[in-house]
């Protein structure tokens, strides 16, 4: 679920700007309530979007049932925004992103404000203005965290146009509406992905689908240690000399449980701990690591086998 995102498009901005992905770590807290998709310091009404049931769609969730605010914290010493997302529908969502694109009718006076301000912020040069003057203003938001049915998250980041670097103030948010939505979710034991365009109001879903919950198939690594109670886990990497997955809705305790039960399992030899990270060797020469992600609340591990 790693994404290799590129930031404004230009060459000379994707140098300069996509080499880092952002500037200080998320920490805890709330953001206030405010209308949907709308800034906090803002009082404008929502616009009122169809649901599924209304437009006929054959979705499982209507956009509706997502609802999401957008404001100001301090984290890392900078003012971000962040996102909180709350699951109204009767599904676990494993994903979603939200794009966003220059709002129409915004000034010119608008446009060179937020060009000023992201000069200025990021150090660009002429050239790099010259270059995103010729683009739309443009957004997006990405959670990679399960959000089980009737539970919400926070401290989801917002970010520059396709990239990864924060935003950092809602009037630029306030130059942008929402466009398309991307839903994933699961159900039977399926991963679903769903889309919700804001411009025409229509839903559509993807035909493929993926298994919520997957496990070596074609490696004999998994037998080594215990499968993660999780609802979704991918298999990143199956075969005979390795096993990777990535389970998702772990907190930081679980994976402190998950290290100490692959201690039981005998990876003990030349141990490494380390702040979310843990790396050992079992009698016979095989290795596992075992990673935290804060931002996603996943654990991911990698068995390799003995030379």
């Known amino acids: 679920m790693k994404k290799f995102l590129v930031l404004f498009?230009?060459?000379?901005?994707?140098?300069?700007?996509?080499?880092?992905?952002?500037?200080?770590?998320?920490?805890?807290?709330?953001?206030?309530?405010?209308?949907?998709?709308?800034?906090?310091?803002?009082?404008?009404e929502a616009e009122t979007v169809p649901s599924s049931e209304e437009t006929g769609s054959a979705c499982d969730i209507s956009i509706d049932?997502?609802?999401y605010s957008v404001g100001e914290e301090i984290s890392g010493g900078e003012r971000d925004l962040f996102m909180q997302i709350t699951n109204n529908s009767s599904y676990t969502i494993?994903?979603?992103?939200?794009?966003?694109?220059?709002k129409s009718g915004i000034t010119q006076e608008q446009k060179e404000a937020f060009y000023s301000e992201v000069k200025e912020k990021f150090k660009m040069d002429d050239d790099d203005i010259e270059a995103l003057r010729k683009r739309e203003i443009s957004m997006h938001a990405s959670a990679e965290k399960l959000i089980?049915?009737?539970e919400k998250i926070g401290k989801v980041h917002l970010y520059y146009y396709a990239g990864s670097f924060y935003m950092r103030s809602l009037e630029h948010y306030g130059l942008v509406d929402p466009d398309i939505a991307t839903i994933n979710y699961v159900k039977d034991g399926k991963i679903y992905t769903e889309y919700y365009d804001f411009r025409s109001g229509a839903y559509s879903l993807e035909d493929k689908t993926e298994d919520a919950y997957g496990w070596a198939k074609n490696s004999s690594l998994g037998d080594l240690i215990s499968k993660p109670e999780t609802e979704v886990c991918r298999v990143e990497t199956d075969r005979d000399d390795s096993f990777w997955f990535e389970a998702f809705g772990c907190s930081s305790d679980y994976f402190d449980k998950y290290v100490e039960d692959c201690r039981t399992k005998g990876f003990t030899v030349d141990e490494?701990?380390?702040?979310?990270?843990?790396?050992?060797?079992?009698?016979?020469?095989?290795?596992?690591?075992?990673?935290?992600?804060?931002?996603?609340?996943?654990?991911s591990v990698t068995i390799y086998a003995a030379d």
Request: with cysteine; glycine share 14%; proline share 4%.
């Open 65 to 67: 049932q997502i609802e």
């Open 148 to 150: 089980p049915a009737g």
């Open 272 to 299: 490494y701990s380390h702040d979310g990270y843990f790396s050992a060797d079992d009698a016979n020469g095989n290795k596992i690591t075992v990673t935290y992600h804060e931002d996603e609340e996943s654990i």
């Open 94 to 102: 494993c994903g979603f992103d939200l794009t966003y694109v220059e």
């Open 9 to 44: 498009g230009a060459v000379v901005l994707a140098a300069f700007l996509t080499a880092c992905g952002g500037n200080g770590e998320t920490s805890g807290g709330s953001l206030p309530n405010d209308t949907a998709g709308q800034p906090a310091d803002k009082t404008s």
